[in-house]
């Protein structure tokens, strides 16, 4: 994971607009707490989030919030699937995103385990690296469609840092 492919930017203060739910963090494969609200997303639902969707990251975004504690498998957070919006809703559950800056990391390949290899080296080698902190807020998954099965899955992992 030494070449890590990712961006820096600066974000005002946004949304995520959609559904949410309570889970229990999950550190390997695939979480299936998260069927339910992927279930509950439907076609009529996703087509009106993403009108509202008028700032990046683009489309249908996976976001985990309000941790109990990140570091400790087991523990809750609060799971949104929806958009990033300047927009608050009151059609939609809502978390607003105070302004900050943004380590946003591409993950290539096979699905989950690409995905997760990347989280763990963000964690484990590029933030003692990096001279930034978490600056606390909630952790954005952006994937490029639905279908995972394709082998150069792209994914987006968008960390809030100072």
């Known amino acids: 994971m030494n070449n ?9 203060k946004f949304f995520i607009a959609g559904i949410s739910k309570r889970i229990t963090l999950q550190f390997k494969g695939e979480n299936h707490q998260l069927d339910s609200l992927y279930q509950a997303m439907t076609e ?8 509202i969707n008028n700032t990046e990251p683009s489309g249908i975004v996976n976001v985990s919030a309000e941790f109990s504690d990140r570091t400790k498998e087991g523990s809750e957070l609060t799971q949104y699937l929806g958009v990033a919006t300047t927009e608050s809703s009151s059609s939609f559950d ?11 990391f591409t993950a290539c390949g096979a699905f989950p385990e ?3 290899n990347t989280w763990a080296a963000i964690y484990a080698e ?3 690296r990096s001279g930034y902190t978490l600056a606390g807020g909630p952790e954005i998954l952006w994937n490029e469609s639905e279908d995972t099965t ?10 809030p840092i100072k």
């Not at 009529?44 to 009108?51: I, Y």
């Not at 809502?94 to 380590?103: G, K, M, N, R, Y």
């Open 44 to 51: 009529e639902m996703k087509q009106k989030l993403l009108q």
């Open 4 to 12: 890590m492919e990712y961006r820096i930017i600066h974000k005002e």
């Open 94 to 104: 809502t978390l607003a995103i105070p302004e900050s800056d943004w380590a946003v």
């Open 126 to 128: 590029w933030l003692p």
């Open 114 to 116: 690409t995905l997760q």
């Open 150 to 159: 394709k082998e150069n899955y792209k994914s987006e992992i968008w960390i």
